[in-house]
Nanobody
Framework: QVQLVESGGGLVQAGGSLRLSCAAS????????IGWFRQAPGKEREFVAA????????TYADSVKGRFTISRDNAKNTVYLQMNSLEPEDSDVYSC??????????????????WGQGTQVTISS
């Protein structure tokens, strides 16, 4: 079973940047797609970005395209989410999740079996 631990969240001003990390242990990280999702209290979980196990296929939500970049280092069992030009609307709990190996990676949360606990991102205006 895969275990995921997110880090890198925090409080930054609008226009700032953060880099989130998702470290995995166990399972088959190197042959699994990884997704980032975010969720605010009382709201549905929202897809942010995903990267295929190959590292060459990525997909982004329209709301973050051009501002966020997802990448992975399979040697370190880690996926990153570089977030630039942050906006107050980006404030949420961000979670990473492990999915299958189909291409392109799905945007649906149902396609991901294992989830981390999440890291809080707060953007002040």
């Amino acid at each position: 079973q895969v275990q995921l631990v997110e880090s890198g969240g925090g409080l930054v001003q609008a226009g700032g940047s953060l880099r989130l990390s998702c470290a995995a242990s166990g399972g088959t990280f190197g042959t699994s797609n990884i997704g980032w999702f975010r969720q605010a209290p009382g709201k549905e979980r929202e897809f942010v970005a995903a990267i295929a196990w190959t590292g060459t296929t990525t997909t982004y939500a329209d709301s973050v395209k051009g501002r966020f970049t997802i990448s992975r280092d399979n040697a370190k069992n880690t996926v990153y989410l570089q977030m630039n030009s942050l906006e107050p609307e980006d404030s949420d709990v961000y979670s990473c999740a492990v999915g299958g190996a189909h291409l392109p990676p799905t945007r649906l949360s149902q396609g991901y079996a294992y989830w981390g606990q999440g890291t809080q991102v707060t953007i002040s205006s």
